[in-house]
């Protein structure tokens, strides 16, 4: 009695395996190719979206000091000042300088908000226009005038 209990359960792992074999085969098989149902959906970008802490961690000293920006925002963004991060490392409080075509707005930080969104990304070249122009005009050495 015994050896046919175990012949049985033998048996049924072994059509329950080839069961799930022949429908993975059969759904790999059927699987319909994104290419042909949207054309346009190899151009989309399938990267997850990041926060202002999952930008920054990549950064030299959590980013402090760095710039940063939502993505829809054209011409504001922020001088990271001060992080506090909570233990899991993806979400906090940050406080920065506000800028505005590479101007500062205000001197004093002031608490970033929405923080948590995903829409974050670091500004890499952001460069004053008052640097730039005297870096263009002399070649960022002092002149001074010359005695006759």
């Known amino acids: 009695m015994s050896f046919n209990l175990v012949n049985r359960a033998e048996g049924i792992r072994v059509s329950s395996l080839l069961r799930f074999s022949f429908n993975y085969i059969r759904n790999l098989s ?8 949207n054309p346009d959906a190899s151009k989309k970008s399938k990267r997850r979206k990041k926060n202002l802490f999952e930008v920054a961690q990549f950064l030299p000293n959590w980013g402090i000091g760095y710039h940063m920006a939502k993505n829809h925002w054209a011409e504001v963004s922020y001088e990271i000042t001060k992080i506090n ?17 590479g101007l500062p707005i205000a001197d004093d930080p002031k608490k ?25 005009t002399d070649g960022g050495q002092k002149l001074e005038p010359r005695a006759n």
């Open 30 to 37: 059927a699987a319909p190719s994104s290419s042909s149902q």
């Open 85 to 101: 991060l909570y233990k899991d490392g993806k979400h906090g409080k940050a406080w920065g300088i506000a800028h505005k075509n």
């Open 112 to 136: 970033i908000s929405g923080v948590h969104k995903r829409c974050w990304r670091y500004i890499p070249n952001l460069v004053k226009s008052s640097e730039s122009s005297f870096s263009s």
